[in-house]
């Protein structure tokens, strides 16, 4: 059977193949997939986005085509899909790239960092990574001195389901946890609560002794 695949696309469109119908247990659409596979190319997405695809389609976990080839490493990919009308968040994309761990061991995390900063630069006049800090400690909004003991990690506490990715890291590491393989909000957000709530029974236990 002769062909190419952009043929067989415009075939399946033909036939009347719904262009933006999501697939699988994440509810991807077929430009997330081309987005998220590796040996799916930039042209590919070309040819869907040709074809009527969202660009900017959420799956269920309301995660957008360009942060999956963010964290994917692919800054081609990436480029496309700027190129093709893609909502872009610049530095919510540059912090995912600065705390995907996978990002790091494949040894893809910087050449991705500089291509946001370059892209953001070209679009908005200054890099994606203007403003932002590598994720540290949480700081308390308003200026206010950091709290300490107990009412700190209540007060921390309170804040997880509201907390972004970034503020959840945060609050992990000084509980004593680790966020490392953590990439679902979900998952952070579990960690840091079941953390907290630890150091909060720590605190309280320690209260009582005293």
Request: net charge positive; glycine share 10%.
């Amino acid at each position: 059977m002769g062909g190419t695949n952009n043929q067989y696309l415009e075939a399946l469109k033909a036939l009347g193949a719904q262009v933006n119908a999501k697939a699988g247990f994440d509810g991807s659409s077929a430009l997330a997939m081309v987005a998220t596979i590796p040996s799916a190319t930039a042209a590919t997405l070309r040819k869907l986005r040709s074809l009527g695809c969202d660009s900017n389609q959420r799956d269920n976990y309301f995660r957008l085509p360009i942060e999956m080839s963010t964290v994917g490493g692919d800054c081609d990919k990436v480029r496309t899909l700027v190129d093709l009308g893609a909502n872009v968040d610049w530095p919510k994309l540059w912090q995912m790239a600065q705390v995907h761990p996978m990002l790091a061991r494949s040894g893809r995390k910087a050449p991705m960092l500089k291509c946001l900063d370059q892209l953001s630069q070209q679009a908005r006049g200054k890099p994606a990574s203007a403003t932002m800090a590598v994720p540290g400690p949480y700081v308390p909004p308003l200026g206010r001195a950091p709290e300490k003991g107990h009412r700190h990690w209540a007060c921390q506490l309170k804040r997880v389901d509201i907390a972004s990715v970034s503020e959840l890291r945060a609050m992990i590491l000084p509980a004593g946890g680790t966020d490392r393989g953590l990439i679902e909000k979900s998952e952070l957000r579990g960690r840091a609560r079941e953390r907290l709530a630890a150091k909060l029974e720590l605190e309280g236990d320690a209260g009582e002794v005293d």
